[in-house]
């Protein structure tokens, strides 16, 4: 019987490895290859570009076959994953060359997207989040638990979700990469349906070798307490009431725990080490369609970095300041002392330029230590990183220097400044061991310097004298012997050998030992070469082992000193995310805000930070905003803002909510932007765009702007906007701010008048915070007749003749034109349709379709007469008709009134 191509030794390995881990890409490593077989091959050469071969291809069942170099893994990886793979690396666990029959082989990783630590897989400015959940929905009114573990930087969190909205709002803060739930919830028919609600993504199946996720409260306190060293979770801010915050906790970490160790023959991750407790009123709320309107982190166009704020004021040196500033934008604060302390920093640092930038210089040395710090941790790093974790904390010292001890320091930076002289004693040791650019594997020598290691000395030295040697051994040997055709050479199966032509034969010594007979020649080997060889042979081996000795030596002294380099990670990530602010506040004009527990928001001469750093600075027209969603006269003083008039006169009462008309690309929409960006830099610490600032604590920023279908949920365009909308009216409270922008025109245009109407009624009379609503529907003026809460502001336009000049400048007042044909014109629609739109506008003017001539749609009665009025041309009502056509002089007094009833009903009937 024929023996099948799978039944080998080596496929055996693989298939072992493949039955634990069928839902993996399993790669199993041979020689300088990872190898795929079978399925594996073809996905892997699918999404990953390789060459499809085949093994035993003339056999009967040969067998499909893929791989990649090893030393490229991290270019293929990203591909798999991106595909929705999980990957299984199979490594060698003996050296080959030792090995006595098959080489040993095992699991080392499995590799999810939620658990990368390989830094070329990531970017490098996003965190990687591994979030775990109880649950989607509340059970017995139970608050929900959320765990959030980023594997490549070691930061973990817990937080509770009170409802459904709360998590969503969680779950677009993190951007899960992978999504953990209990089996017996992910197994539920309904879940995808809720977890598209909450905008999630697939949840994950468990790793094979692990229970699937459904923890006892006592289970999961008890591992996680043991897996942490520690003998309660107390410390992490788990208290004994928070059981879905240590189930969640427990599961995210035990899967990645297992992923990075599924064999149990390499590290957990050792680099997790406490657990950090949010708690939700810390924090200003900013949702997903929030951050997605302001493009706070990613543009709207792409979802890629450019043009949004993140990218615009990322002036840190590292990649963990960048993923700092990306936190604080995505989540600011909203407790006063906190952001103080942030302003405080920045400002010490905006007042002394040289400090500035001596720090700046300092940091631009610094690499990711985080990241670099979990290679440590889990024997994944190589000699490079020691060294850039020798240069870091070198870096660090220097941040220490340009900062200075200076007592006058705010307290931020001074707590940063303690933790800047980790593990000093380690460094010194990795400058003096280790070359300054070392090999990126860490099992073929090159690693240490020259006179670290006696015995490591002689051997290089024998290697590097060994052509020396040999030349001085052939000509010593033919000298000796008379024989000047010797010749000294080397190959891999016979090593070291002498060679002489069978001519010469009678002439050979007898010291010469018969190594090799050839067609022509005879190979030799004598004493002393045999010497020779051992040592030079041995060489190679013993040099590699000696270095990766004293490779680990360091790596595990690294490890051991974990706890403070990781302080000093965090202290530079803070200092360069603060020195970053302060050079953009400095060098573009921005000024520090007054922020407190008032519900003004003033702004003076504020500037879109994104828009003017495309203009170029001074380029941008700056508008001045002030609103007051206190119950009494509140104005900023003349003393305290250093300004004489935010954009009207301090006698006049506060308004919490304003009407924005104007023409189209006139710059509303960049206004009330503009608004809420200054409220969430200011809150994450920074400096704003404005010559000055008080913003009174913000809870929430809302924004409706803009909006598309989502085929996919069954939402047109106008539902997706009513959803938002209904989202701001039921959530919002007085400290929110409210940023509205054409509400309403997706539908028609009595109905899109009426809800614009009633929504700025609903945020006026019943929310009473302040907001900004801009719109065409100018209509909306009026409400502020009655209300002097609203106040109407517009854009001032420039115009002579057809020649239109937006001025880009707010000021107050209503608009009576939207310009909506001129920018047509501008857009390069056709002449003709732009004559034709004119004549129908004329029409309409002339017919005076104004709603506010009709009736308020306030008080608007649901039995009232409808016209349907004609765009094309006047059209006569049937009753006009009907009066014009009636002969009135042969009516009876009778039959006058008769016909005035009959005319009034079918008027009520429309």
């Not at 024929?2 to 055996?12: E, F």
């Not at 493949?18 to 020689?31: E, I, N």
């Not at 990203?78 to 080489?103: H, S």
């Not at 106040?791 to 001032?796: A, F, K, M, Y």
Request: hydrophobic share 45%.
């Amino acid at each position: 019987m024929a023996k099948s191509s799978t039944d080998t030794p080596m496929m055996r390995q693989y298939l072992e490895a493949k039955a634990a881990h069928p839902d993996a890409v399993v790669l199993m490593r041979m020689g300088d290859f990872y190898e795929a077989f079978m399925g594996d091959a073809e996905e892997l050469a699918r999404h990953a570009g390789v060459a499809l071969t085949c093994r035993n291809k003339g056999a009967d069942d040969p067998i499909a076959m893929a791989g990649v170099p090893h030393h490229s893994l991290h270019t293929y990886l990203p591909r798999l994953l991106a595909a929705g793979k999980r990957v299984a690396i199979m490594d060698q666990l003996e050296d080959p060359k030792t090995a006595k029959g098959l080489v040993k082989r095992g699991l080392t990783r499995v590799i999810t997207a939620g658990t990368l630590i390989d830094e070329s897989a990531l970017d490098t400015v996003a965190a990687n989040h591994l979030v775990a959940l109880t649950a989607i929905t509340l059970v017995d009114g139970k608050a929900l638990g959320v765990a959030a573990l980023d594997t490549s930087t070691g930061h973990f969190t817990v937080e509770a979700a009170n409802d459904a909205q709360h998590l969503a709002l969680i779950l677009a803060r993190l951007a899960p990469a992978e999504l953990l739930l209990p089996e017996d919830l992910r197994r539920r028919e309904d879940t995808p349906a809720r977890l598209a609600e909450l905008c999630a993504p697939v949840p994950v199946p468990p790793l094979a070798g692990i229970a699937a996720y459904a923890w006892k409260p006592a289970d999961a306190r008890r591992w996680l307490a043991e897996r942490l060293g520690v003998a309660t979770l107390d410390g992490f801010g788990i208290s004994a009431d928070d059981d879905h915050l240590a189930a969640a906790a427990a599961a995210a970490l035990r899967y990645a725990d297992h992923a990075a160790n599924p064999g149990g023959t390499g590290k957990a991750l050792g680099h997790v080490r406490r657990i950090r407790r949010l708690h939700h009123d810390d924090h200003l709320v900013i949702d997903a369609t929030c951050r997605r309107n302001l493009e706070l982190l990613r543009n709207s166009r792409d979802q890629g970095p450019q043009g949004s704020l993140l990218a615009t004021i990322n002036r840190t040196k590292s990649a963990a300041g960048a993923r700092l500033l990306a936190e604080w934008l995505a989540r600011p604060l909203t407790t006063i002392p906190a952001i103080s302390a942030r302003h405080d920093a920045v400002a010490f640092l905006v007042a002394d330029d040289r400090r500035r930038d001596e720090v700046r210089a300092a940091l631009a040395q610094v690499y990711d230590l985080e990241r670099l710090l979990a290679r440590i941790a889990t024997g994944r790093c190589h000699g490079r990183d020691l060294v850039h974790l020798a240069t870091t904390v070198q870096a660090a010292a220097s941040v220490a220097t340009a900062l200075g001890a200076d007592g006058a320091a705010p307290e931020l930076l001074r707590l940063a400044y303690e933790h800047l002289h980790p593990a000093a004693e380690l460094v010194r040791d990795l400058s003096r061991t280790l070359v300054d650019d070392p090999p990126l594997t860490i099992s073929e020598g090159g690693l240490m310097r020259d006179g670290v290691d006696a015995d490591l000395d002689r051997l290089r030295a024998i290697r590097r004298d060994a052509d020396a040697w040999l030349a001085q051994y052939q000509a010593r040997e033919a000298a000796a012997c008379g024989l000047k055709q010797i010749k000294v050479g080397y190959n891999r199966v016979f090593g070291y050998y002498i060679e002489l032509s069978r001519a010469r034969g009678d002439q050979v010594p007898p010291h010469f030992v018969r190594k090799q007979t050839l067609v022509g020649a005879e190979r030799y080997i004598t004493p002393e070469l045999k010497e020779f060889e051992d040592q030079a042979l041995g060489a190679d081996e013993r040099i590699n082992a000696l270095e990766l000795a004293h490779f680990t030596r360091l790596r595990d002294r690294a490890e051991q000193a974990l706890d403070e380099i990781q302080a000093c990670a965090h202290a530079l990530a803070l200092i360069d995310v603060l020195a970053a602010l302060a050079d953009v506040a400095r060098r573009l004009g921005w000024c520090r805000p007054v922020v407190d527990d008032s519900l003004a928001l003033d702004l003076r001469e504020s500037r879109h930070p994104v828009v003017e750093d495309v203009l170029g600075r001074g380029r941008f027209v700056a508008n001045d905003c002030r609103l007051d969603a206190s119950d009494v006269r509140c104005p900023m003083s003349d003393v305290e803002s250093g300004t004489s008039d935010i954009g009207h006169r301090t006698s006049d009462p506060a308004s919490r909510l304003a009407v924005i008309t104007g023409p189209n690309m006139a710059g509303k929409s960049t206004y009330i932007r503009q608004v809420a960006l200054a409220v969430i830099l200011a809150q994450a610490g920074s400096f704003v765009p404005a010559a000055s600032a008080r913003i009174g604590v913000v809870d929430r920023v809302f924004t409706r702007v803009g909006a598309g279908d989502e085929l996919a949920r069954g939402q047109s365009t106008f539902m997706v906007e009513m959803a938002e909308t209904a989202a701001i009216l039921n959530h919002a409270t007085r400290r929110s701010l409210v940023v509205l922008d054409e509400v309403g025109r997706g539908t028609s245009t009595y109905d899109g008048v009426s809800l614009a109407w009633a929504i700025t009624e609903h945020l006026h009379d019943r929310i009473g915070c302040r907001a900004l609503f801009a719109t065409h529907y100018h209509e909306l003026v009026d409400l502020a007749v009655d209300r002097p809460g609203i106040r109407n502001l517009t854009v001032s336009v420039a115009e002579q003749d057809e020649t239109v000049v937006f001025l880009h400048r707010i000021v107050d007042g209503a608009a009576t034109r939207s310009y909506g044909i001129h920018v047509a014109r501008l857009a390069g629609v056709p002449e003709p349709v732009i004559r034709r739109a004119r004549e129908v506008l004329a029409t309409l003017e002339q017919l005076n379709v104004d709603l506010t001539e009709r009736e308020r749609p306030a008080a608007r009665n649901a039995e009232s007469p409808t016209v349907q009025l004609t765009l094309f041309s006047p059209t006569e009502h049937p009753l006009m008709k009907r009066l014009r056509e009636q002969e009135l002089d042969g009516l009876s007094p009778r039959q006058a009134q008769d016909l005035l009833y009959n005319l009034q009903q079918q008027a009520r009937r429309g």
